[in-house]
């Protein structure tokens, strides 16, 4: 199970970090990700990171967000600047690509003023 946290209410152009912990074995192994699902859309990639660290982002998101990993920890990390109130969403993390049992219950990013 994979258990992201760190979500809440910011206003635009604000800050947050996610925190996305593992529990399962052989997390330095794996190519993870952070996903999220805006109000009535569907569930998209946010950003991923490999067992070496190379990243990807997606457009909506490059040059606001960085995506990091602690392997001593088994956690992932999304630090999120400049927010825009179209990334509020509810963001998960799992492997990439994604395993349909890991999903946890998300964290919810809400920006407004």
């Known amino acids: 199970q994979l258990q992201a946290s760190g979500g809440g209410l910011v206003q635009p152009g604000g800050s947050l970090r996610l925190s996305c912990a593992a529990s399962?074995?052989?997390?330095?192994?794996?190519?993870m990700a952070w996903y999220r699902q805006p109000p009535g859309k569907q569930r998209e990639l946010v950003a991923r990171?490999?067992?070496?660290?190379?990243?990807y982002y997606a457009d909506s998101v490059k040059g606001r967000f960085t995506i990091s990993r602690d392997n001593a920890k088994n956690t992932i990390y999304l630090q999120m600047n400049s927010l825009k109130s179209e990334d509020t969403a509810v963001f998960y993390c799992n492997t990439y690509p994604p395993v349909s049992n890991a999903w946890g219950q998300g964290t919810l990013v809400t920006v407004s003023s």
């Open positions: 399962r074995t052989g997390f330095v192994e794996y190519v």
């Open positions: 990171i490999s067992a070496s660290k190379t990243t």
